[in-house]
């Protein structure tokens, strides 16, 4: 009788071993690469949480989950003043209740802000995203305004990732950004807290594609100051050989070398064992 069963078009090699096929089942994924496809397969406008302080930069959303509701940190353009405004009165197009908390996206324009960072320093300054594009700043007395069109000391924020994903802002002295209850009940920003409560601290949303921009500049960081590989192989190619291109080896060479790397006297070290050894060749 004859067989029917489709065998497979691969080739087999006498005792090459059989890889068993792993079953999936229904939510059974790889975690590491699922992930990073879902990372990759997002839209770069999306709006997501930072991980990093170095994360944040580009367009910006601050909001606090305020009691009895959450409120996000906008900018009335028509008086140039920083105003507190109810996430729960921020309806949808189509007049649908209002999202969960921690998937809140901006809404308007004016909860927008601009976040540039200050080149070789872990600060950043915040701008308004409309109007003629003004800082965010606080004075010594811990007033919060948004009405200087240049950036200085007082327009600089060290934002801190805190366990929990929250971020809290730190001016320059050394005081934190925070919600504070005035006379009727109001709300209103201040910066002269001295410790971070619940007050002073902010969930804080980006978008994707300056996610990935700062992971990419932290790669190539990392690339430009990782330390020399030492390749023994080459490198007694390109210094240590002669004649036919014979390598020399010693027996001290890996230890020698990463010694000479530490003292910064690598080069000196190369050229050294390069005399000795062929000064013993005819020895």
Same mark, same amino acid.
């Given at each position: 009788?004859?067989?029917?069963?489709?065998?497979?078009?691969?080739?087999?090699?006498?005792?090459?071993?059989?890889?068993?096929?792993?079953?999936?089942?229904?939510? #059974?994924?790889?975690?590491?690469?699922?992930?990073?496809?879902?990372?990759?397969?997002?839209?770069?406008?999306?709006?997501?949480?930072?991980?990093?302080?170095?994360?944040?930069?580009?367009?910006?959303?601050?909001?606090?989950?305020?009691?009895?509701?959450?409120?996000?940190?906008?900018?009335?353009?028509?008086?140039?003043?920083?105003?507190?405004?109810?996430?729960?009165?921020?309806?949808?197009?189509? #007049?649908?209740?209002?999202?969960?908390?921690?998937?809140?996206?901006?809404?308007?324009?004016?909860?927008?802000?601009?976040?540039?960072?200050?080149?070789?320093?872990?600060?950043?300054?915040?701008?308004?995203?409309?109007?003629?594009?003004?800082?965010?700043?606080?004075?010594?007395?811990?007033?919060?305004?948004?009405?200087?069109?240049?950036?200085?000391?007082?327009?600089?924020?060290?934002?801190?990732?805190?366990?929990?994903?929250?971020?809290?802002?730190?001016?320059?002295?050394?005081?934190?950004?925070?919600?504070?209850?005035?006379?009727?009940?109001?709300?209103?920003? &201040?910066?002269?807290?001295?410790?971070?409560?619940?007050?002073?601290?902010?969930?804080?949303?980006?978008?994707?594609?300056?996610?990935?921009?700062?992971?990419?500049?932290?790669?190539? &960081?990392?690339?430009?100051?990782?330390?020399?590989?030492?390749?023994?192989?080459?490198?007694?190619?390109?210094?240590?050989?002669?004649?036919?291109?014979?390598?020399?080896?010693?027996?001290?060479?890996?230890?020698?070398?990463?010694?000479?790397?530490?003292?910064?006297?690598?080069?000196?070290?190369?050229?050294?064992?390069?005399?000795?050894?062929?000064?013993?060749?005819?020895?």
């Amino acid at each position: 009788m004859a067989d029917d069963r489709v065998r497979s078009a691969k080739l087999k090699f006498k005792g090459e071993k059989t890889k068993k096929k792993r079953k999936r089942h229904d939510g #059974d994924v790889d975690e590491g690469r699922s992930t990073k496809r879902r990372e990759d397969d997002k839209d770069p406008e999306t709006w997501v949480f930072p991980e990093q302080a170095n994360e944040i930069r580009g367009p910006t959303f601050i909001f606090h989950p305020c009691d009895p509701t959450p409120i996000s940190i906008n900018f009335n353009s028509t008086t140039n003043r920083v105003v507190l405004h109810s996430l729960d009165k921020s309806k949808n197009e189509d #007049d649908s209740e209002p999202p969960a908390l921690l998937e809140q996206t901006p809404a308007d324009v004016a909860q927008v802000w601009v976040t540039t960072r200050v080149a070789g320093s872990p600060t950043i300054n915040l701008r308004t995203g409309t109007g003629e594009g003004k800082f965010l700043s606080c004075d010594k007395h811990g007033l919060v305004s948004a009405d200087r069109d240049a950036r200085g000391p007082q327009e600089e924020w060290t934002p801190i990732i805190m366990p929990d994903g929250m971020v809290a802002f730190m001016n320059i002295y050394e005081k934190y950004l925070g919600v504070d209850e005035v006379a009727g009940g109001s709300l209103q920003l &201040r910066g002269d807290s001295d410790e971070v409560g619940f007050r002073e601290r902010f969930w804080v949303k980006i978008q994707n594609k300056y996610k990935k921009e700062a992971h990419e500049e932290e790669r190539k &960081r990392k690339e430009v100051t990782a330390p020399p590989k030492i390749d023994e192989s080459s490198t007694n190619r390109l210094y240590q050989t002669w004649g036919a291109g014979k390598i020399v080896l010693s027996k001290d060479d890996k230890k020698e070398l990463k010694q000479a790397r530490k003292e910064g006297r690598l080069a000196e070290a190369l050229l050294d064992r390069r005399s000795k050894l062929k000064s013993d060749r005819f020895c």
